[in-house]
């Protein structure tokens, strides 16, 4: 089991910026691929983006395409998302997520999941 932690969310102004950290412990070796889903209470689970721990191969999801952008520091086992020119359809509770299959979407590929942080961008 890999047990993460999410920190970096807060209330922010729209056009603003925000960086979301995601740090892993636990069975790490078994992570292949890490990413971050965000939801509200009206909306499933959306898939935000994901990258290949080893390697570093990405992927986004078009409604943050070229505004957000992940990365991560293996020596730390943490993650991060940059998330750049917020708008107020931004604001959810982001989680951080683990899994072994690289290239999906779907939440229920993720086994591991972080509590999640609240991001809120103001108009």
């Known amino acids: 089991q890999v047990q993460l932690v999410e920190s970096g969310g807060g209330l922010v102004q729209a056009g603003g910026s925000l960086r979301l950290s995601c740090t892993a412990s636990?069975?790490?070796?078994?992570?292949?691929?890490m990413g971050w889903f965000r939801q509200t209470p009206r909306l499933a689970r959306e898939f935000v983006a994901a990258?290949?721990?080893?390697?570093?191969?990405?992927y986004y999801g078009d409604s943050v395409k070229g505004r957000f952008t992940i990365s991560r520091d293996n020596a730390k086992n943490t993650m991060y998302l940059q998330m750049n020119s917020l708008k107020p359809e931004d604001t959810a509770v982001y989680y951080c997520?683990?899994?072994?299959?690289?290239?999906?979407?779907?939440?229920?590929?993720?086994?591991?999941w972080g509590q999640g942080t609240q991001v809120t961008v103001s108009s």
């Open positions: 636990g069975r790490t070796l078994s992570t292949s691929t």
């Open positions: 997520a683990a899994g072994r299959q690289f290239g999906t979407r779907t939440p229920t590929d993720f086994g591991s």
């Open positions: 990258i290949k721990w080893s390697g570093g191969i990405t």
